[in-house]
């Protein structure tokens, strides 16, 4: 089992940045990738980004990203923490949405879900 826990979401102006952060627990020596996804009211749950598990516990993984975000937002880890992590700039209103953090291990975690709200 894996518990994933959000943090960081919140009310910003369009141009303005956030940071989410997504605390691992549990049996994180299986997760093979973590990553961020989103859903707007109305619409399906999309990729935003994710990190694959590095081949070593210190490498940090490959990345990827959706084109709507590319550019703008970034997903890194902090293995030590057991963290992962999306900066985002440049938040456009599009970018409304509750954000979920995701682990898969051949299972897939969802976490509770954080609210960003971007305003013109």
């Known amino acids: 089992q894996v518990q994933l826990v959000e943090s960081g979401g919140g009310l910003v102006q369009a141009g303005g940045s956030l940071r989410l952060s997504c605390a691992a627990s549990?049996?994180?020596?299986?997760?093979?990738?973590m990553g961020w996804y989103r859903q707007a009211p109305g619409k399906q749950r999309e990729l935003v980004a994710t990190?694959?598990?590095?081949?070593?516990?210190?490498?940090?993984?490959?990345?990827n990203y959706a084109d709507s975000v590319k550019g703008r937002f970034t997903i890194s880890r902090d293995n030590a923490k057991n963290t992962v992590y999306l900066q985002m700039n440049s938040l456009k209103p599009e970018d409304t949405a509750v954000y979920y953090c995701?682990?898969?291990?051949?299972?897939?975690?969802w976490g509770q879900g954080t609210q960003v709200t971007v305003s013109s």
């Open positions: 995701n682990a898969r291990t051949g299972l897939v975690y």
């Open positions: 549990g049996s994180i020596f299986s997760i093979k990738t």
């Open positions: 990190i694959t598990n590095g081949a070593t516990i210190t490498s940090g993984g490959s990345t």
